[in-house]
């Protein structure tokens, strides 16, 4: 994990209601079932399909608070909308996001799941 994603999780772990979210244990059966590399790329298809967008006519309701590991991880990770990208990550709403902020992203994400299944 590179030290800004080590950072921003420090962060995001001393927000009451960030740090309210964990991955129960039939999330991390999935996890172990499906393998890490499935769950990534679901998270770079979350992503992609519900915060790369420019205009995003449903932001702040795209993400379900369950259904999905990722999901759980997104609400824990301020990943979730375009407004808590901005509010937590810097990443500016009303543009399309660029690969790099895709990437880091899912980093984010996937980095939050790893520590949740340790």
């Not at 772990?13 to 590399?37: A, M, P, Q, V």
């Not at 810097?90 to 994400?109: A, H, M, R, S």
């Amino acid at each position: 994990m590179n030290s800004n994603i080590d950072g921003i999780l420090i962060s995001l772990s001393k927000s009451k209601f960030r740090s309210s979210f964990s991955l129960k244990e039939t999330d991390k059966k999935y996890i172990n079932d499906k393998g890490l590399d499935l769950i990534e790329s679901h998270a770079y298809d979350f992503v992609n399909k519900r915060l790369a967008p420019s205009i995003i006519p449903n932001d702040g309701k795209q993400t379900p608070m369950r259904g999905h590991p990722v999901f759980i991880a997104q609400h824990a990770t301020a990943t979730c909308c375009r407004n808590c990208l901005y509010k937590w990550h810097k990443i500016k709403p009303g543009n399309l996001l660029t690969d790099n902020e895709i990437d880091y992203i899912v980093k984010v994400i996937m980095s939050w799941i790893k520590i949740q299944i340790e």
